[in-house]
């Protein structure tokens, strides 16, 4: 035992004589409660400098040290001080980023880290857009225009508030509407009303905007905007049922200037909301799709899911990109027997 505690002893000595001459190693302050705040495309890192004076900048590295930004600081108060910066051009996922403090001299602070979030499309293409209970379209003959009202769904608890924009068809000018996201104390639907809004299949200027932000985290740098464009036109209709079977007693054979309104599904792609000129007997699935060459193909359903509407066999409907109307040609199944009515009509801009 005697042996072993002098051996002990000797390599102690040997150690402390290996690096008495070395100097101690000096470190500078470090950053305190270092965070990241994720952001579209980008994060921001945020931290507290201690009162050291010797500070003079903080250098970050991300992306296993394949890339770095160094950070000037200026002291602009003693004691702690805030600091943040932001880092852009970011791709969508996580990040791992370490963060030290240095000065003029060379000497540098302990390495904090700090793993952040940072989002991008794949997020934006899974929120869901705020839920429309409804919409009301009324149009206006004076000023040859439409009056637009919004019922609203709940928001999503993400959502921190939406907006709509649209042009005024009378001056041009863009106008933006707030939407706030609070549910109302009485607990009454959120309703939303803007009117002038023109009437022009295709132009994006009758087109009105939804843009939901959303708020991906807790202290996220960014609130970030998913938007959808919505138009709805008012037509009207002119035409008449050319063949049928089993008999609709009570329906009129003919109409003119029925109003309709054309919903825009996508760019080429319009819902109308009645079929024919039957009104509330007719549900919301007639849909007209205008092809490359101006024909139009149609599908819709008429009162339950296995009664149809197709393109009439040997006719051909058309789309004039000049008047903006649509001739049209259909047949719709309208019973669980099989009846049927085949129907033209013109159906163009009510102005």
């Known amino acids: 035992m005697a042996s072993l505690a002098a051996t002990a002893c000797g ?5 402390h004589e290996q690096y008495s001459g070395r100097p101690e190693k000096i470190y500078i302050g470090r950053v305190d409660s270092l965070k990241a705040h994720g952001g579209l495309n980008r994060t921001m890192l945020s931290w507290y400098m201690n009162s050291d004076p010797k500070i003079d900048s903080t250098v970050i590295y991300w992306n296993f040290r394949q890339d770095s930004l160094v950070k000037p600081f200026v002291r602009t108060t003693p004691g702690m001080q805030k600091d943040s910066v932001f880092i852009e051009g970011l791709g969508e996922g996580n990040f791992n980023f370490e963060v030290y403090n240095r000065n003029v001299e060379g000497l540098y602070s302990m390495i904090q880290t700090v793993s952040g979030h940072v989002y991008g499309d794949a997020y934006i293409n899974g929120l869901r857009q705020r839920a429309i209970s409804s919409v009301t379209v009324t149009p206006n003959a004076e000023t040859q225009s439409n009056s637009i009202e919004i019922v609203w769904g709940d928001a999503d608890m993400l959502n921190a508030y939406s907006e709509i924009v649209y042009t005024e068809k009378s001056t041009g000018k863009r106008e933006t509407i707030h939407v706030t996201s609070e549910k109302d104390p009485a607990n009454q639907a959120l309703v939303t009303k803007f009117d002038d809004v023109g ?9 009105f905007e939804v843009v939901c932000y959303y708020i991906p985290e807790k202290g996220a740098c960014d609130t970030i905007p998913k938007r959808y464009a919505k138009q709805f036109l008012t037509y009207v209709s002119t035409g ?4 049928y079977t089993g008999g609709k007693a009570g329906n009129p054979i003919a109409w003119s200037n ?4 054309l919903q825009r599904a996508n760019d080429n792609t319009y819902d109308c909301n009645f079929i024919g000129g039957w009104g509330a007997n007719a549900i919301n699935l007639f849909r007209l799709t205008i092809k490359e060459d101006n024909t139009v193909d149609m599908v819709g359903y008429y009162g339950n899911y296995s009664w149809t509407l197709t393109n009439t066999d040997g006719t051909v409907s058309t789309y004039d990109p000049e008047t903006k109307s649509f001739d049209l040609k259909y047949t719709v199944i309208t019973n669980a027997s099989g009846d049927y009515t085949e129907v033209q009509e013109k159906v163009s801009p009510r102005y």
């Open 258 to 261: 029925y109003g309709k309104i």
């Open 199 to 207: 009437n022009v299949l295709g132009d994006e200027s009758s087109s």
């Open 11 to 15: 390599d102690m000595d040997s150690i």
């Open 240 to 243: 008449s049922r050319v063949q």
